[in-house]
């Protein structure tokens, strides 16, 4: 189904289809209901707006807003035009799309088919959490009636539907809207919504773990389950689930969706793990860090400050610049620790974080850009050049001057690893380089008409094109010559220019 809208919407875009057309053929096999004040022409007509409405935003939300540097933003008024057409017309959409079962009163013959409102389910759910995310909450609501009315018709209409994946399906969006329902009600906040939703997501929970079903689920059963020492929630009050809710539902402010790690937190300084849930305190500034005591929080300030609110400067969030800091430590202290057979004593190491948390800083918002990110910082430890940088790093460091012996085997194993790779190494993964080059391809397709490419192999033919390109520009910019930096490219100003060019070569314009 995905490519006959991708077809449908490239050949409205050449004009080979008109709006009329489309019209007529939605509706071709529909009886006029008999309180239509009308022909068959304008009924049909009338069927083809509602069903394209939701077209035009199936289109976007499935293939489009999946592309390269598109966002949920980017294609939300059509998610709006569609909630706007569902509550103007709402007695249409709810009998004739949305009908839940045949009605042969009247010589009506309605198929029941729950695909629209699976889709729109969707849709508007996604609707939902954006305007929830940015903190549009009144807006959220006013969705969030229209979303519920859809989910329950479309949860009549998978009850006798045959086909085991539309009710696999229809379970999961409705988990989905629990989610989505215990955010807003901790938000609001509305007691009765978020609990409401929690009682039915760990019903359903616990029903997918007895049948051993693997679902990708929030694990509030377990979650919660810390907090009560067991999962008997119908003994819990109301009450006390809202104020766990509260404590667990992450805020809109932080962008998240579900909840907080349910994970033990470890002292930031002396790694100590607590015994419970929620013991250890955040630093009070930026809510990164854990500490067991106010002693640790006072001995780890010296490097926390660098990093601790506003203080940040790079892309990564504190906790994890913290991690990486805490890795690089443990490797470079043990490395000097193995060749020496002397421990470097805490002094030596405590001024080395320090220092090491600005030149970790300077680094990436400098000279190593490309990998200020947490998928970049992934690819920043395979990178040559930024091992590079570290070990001189290091090696000026008191304590670790062994690192000016260690930097010249370094530096010769780092040569021949770059003799053996050649000057034209890929350091992308080629399922990395497909994926974002295929995508690109449909998209800037879609976007220029695709009165050229009407066979495969000429789309394979423009896909390879875009491939030699990035390979090209990556060894033109080495910034952009990694998994993330093949990303970053997409958005770079100079390569847009060029694979515009690359693309309209192909096209008949």
């Not at 569609?82 to 009163?105: G, P």
């Not at 630093?283 to 609110?309: A, F, L, M, N, R």
């Not at 490419?453 to 896909?463: A, F, K, S, Y």
Request: with cysteine; charged share 25%.
């Amino acid at each position: 189904m995905n490519d006959d809208n991708d077809l449908l919407e490239r050949k409205i875009r050449s004009g080979e289809i008109t709006e009329d057309q489309i019209f007529m053929t939605t509706t071709q096999d529909m009886t006029i209901p008999s309180d239509w004040e009308g022909d068959i022409m304008s009924y049909s007509q009338y069927y083809g707006t509602r069903v394209m409405k939701l077209n035009q935003a199936y289109i976007r939300f499935k293939l489009l807003s999946k592309g390269p540097g598109s966002s949920t933003l980017e294609y939300e008024r059509w998610y709006h035009e569609l909630h706007d057409d569902i509550v103007s017309h709402k007695k249409f959409w709810f009998d004739m799309i949305f009908a839940t079962e045949n009605n042969d009163k009247e010589n009506i013959k309605t198929k029941v088919d729950p695909v629209h409102a699976e889709r729109t389910t969707g849709i508007l759910g996604t609707l939902c959490t954006s305007l929830r995310q940015r903190g549009d909450l009144k807006g959220c609501m006013e969705v969030m009636t229209t979303y519920m009315a859809v989910l329950e018709r479309y949860q009549k209409m998978t009850v006798t539907c045959e086909d085991e994946e539309q009710k696999k399906e229809c379970d999961g969006l409705t988990y989905k809207c629990n989610l989505i329902r215990i955010n807003c009600g901790c938000q609001l906040p509305n007691p009765k919504m978020a609990v409401e939703a929690f009682r039915q997501i760990v019903s359903f929970e616990k029903r997918q773990k007895v049948l051993g079903v693997e679902y990708e689920m929030a694990d509030y059963d377990g979650v919660l389950e810390r907090f009560f020492n067991h999962n008997r929630y119908d003994e819990i009050s109301d009450e006390d689930i809202f104020k766990v809710l509260s404590y667990t539902t992450t805020s809109s402010k932080k962008s998240e969706d579900i909840v907080e790690s349910s994970e033990l937190r470890a002292c930031n300084f002396c790694d100590s793990v607590e015994e419970m849930l929620g013991n250890y305190k955040k630093c009070s500034k930026c809510h990164q860090e854990s500490y067991c005591s106010k002693e640790c929080q006072e001995k780890d300030w010296p490097v926390h400050k660098h990093i601790c609110g506003n203080q940040n400067s790079t892309n990564l969030a504190s906790s994890e610049l913290h991690g990486i800091i805490n890795v690089l430590m443990k490797n470079y202290t043990t490395s000097v620790e193995t060749q020496t057979g002397h421990s470097v004593t805490s002094s030596h190491r405590n001024k080395a974080k320090v220092k090491l948390v600005q030149q970790l800083k300077e680094m990436l918002t400098k000279d190593f850009q490309h990998f200020n990110s947490q998928m970049g910082a992934i690819d920043a430890s395979t990178d040559l050049a930024f091992s590079a940088a570290l070990v001189d790093f290091f090696a000026k460091q008191p304590g670790y001057e062994v690192w000016t012996l260690l930097k010249l085997q370094m530096q010769q194993q780092m040569k021949s690893t770059a003799n053996e790779k050649g000057s034209n190494y890929i350091n992308f993964d080629e399922d990395v380089l497909n994926r974002v080059c295929n995508n690109v391809t449909k998209v800037l397709i879609m976007n220029l008409g695709d009165s050229g490419t009407q066979d495969l192999m000429r789309h394979n033919t423009i896909e390879n094109d875009i491939k030699s390109l990035c390979k090209k520009f990556a060894l033109e910019q080495p910034q952009y010559n990694s998994n993330k930096g093949l990303e970053l490219m997409m958005k770079n100003e100079n390569f847009s220019s060029r694979l515009v060019e690359t693309i309209t070569k192909h096209m008949e314009l």
